[in-house]
């Protein structure tokens, strides 16, 4: 009986959910959507929040429920039921969550500088080298880089030009103005930043898969922490107990 209804409750749990993947399955529509008016068009980021509080409760607590039901209703089924619900909460929420316009910066930023170092390498002047590589990234990063190839235009000097760049576009804004005013070679250095910045995400997602790790973990522990006490602590203690007041 208990294994039929925990079968029910996670059949509800799976309609109820709203896959990852829809995002991207929308995204890659409009770029295989054949283009209707002339120029091109770069596809906007659906702007879809994290799902609703009372949905995600209802997710999570059907999570919960199903873990109470299977390991028996009792009160370390409570408990593991309970430690799921909130980490599945917390998972929803942040699954949900669109991404801030720092990562998408850094998600942007090493590709921007290996275009902007094949434009520089190829004879491009600087200011229509940043411009054209702001045309070619989409999203908040290109527009910053149409802003400041814009200023270049103007005949703004490179340090007035990149002002105000937020990091990590701050690091790019370095090297093309350290470069400027003494005279280097830019393009190693482009490259170089390149690099560094994609080992600085590889690092960044290995320590969210390792959170991640603990995370999936952690149910586990609350699950053979109670009998851990029951078989392990408690006998010893009464043991003690015994022989000192016995």
């Known amino acids: 009986m208990n294994a ?3 079968v029910l409750v996670l059949a509800g749990a799976v309609l109820l959910w709203v896959p990852p993947g829809v995002g991207r399955r929308d995204r890659l ?20 929040g994290p799902p609703g509080t009372a949905r995600r409760r209802v997710e999570a607590g059907l999570g919960g429920l199903a873990a109470f039901l299977v390991l028996g209703a009792g009160l370390p089924a409570a408990l593991v039921g309970l430690g799921l619900a909130a980490g599945l909460d917390r998972l929803l929420r942040q699954s949900g969550a669109p991404p801030s ?29 940043v411009a054209a590589v ?8 290109g527009d910053r880089l149409v802003e400041v190839g814009a200023l270049y235009r103007l005949g703004a000097a490179p340090s007035r030009a990149w002002a105000g760049a937020p990091p990590p576009v701050d690091a790019l804004a370095r090297t093309v103005v350290r470069a ?26 290995e320590a969210a898969v390792q959170r991640a790790g603990v995370w999936v973990l952690a149910p586990l522990g609350l699950c053979f922490l109670p009998a851990f ?13 015994g022989a000192v007041f016995g």
Do not use: F, K, N, Y
């Open 4 to 6: 039929a209804l925990s």
């Open 29 to 48: 529509r409009s770029l295989l959507a054949a283009p209707g008016e002339g120029g091109r068009s770069w596809p906007t980021r659906r702007a879809t």
């Open 101 to 129: 316009e720092a990562d998408s910066l850094a998600r942007d930023l090493p590709v921007a500088c290996d275009l902007l170092a094949v434009c520089l390498a190829a004879g491009t002047p600087v200011g229509a080298a």
């Open 134 to 141: 702001g045309e070619s990234v989409p999203g908040p990063l």
């Open 180 to 205: 400027g005013e003494s005279g280097s070679a830019v393009v190693p250095a482009l490259q170089r930043l390149a690099g560094d910045l994609r080992s600085a995400g590889r690092s960044r997602t």
């Open 229 to 241: 006490l029951c078989l392990g602590v408690v006998p010893m203690v009464l043991g003690i107990a």
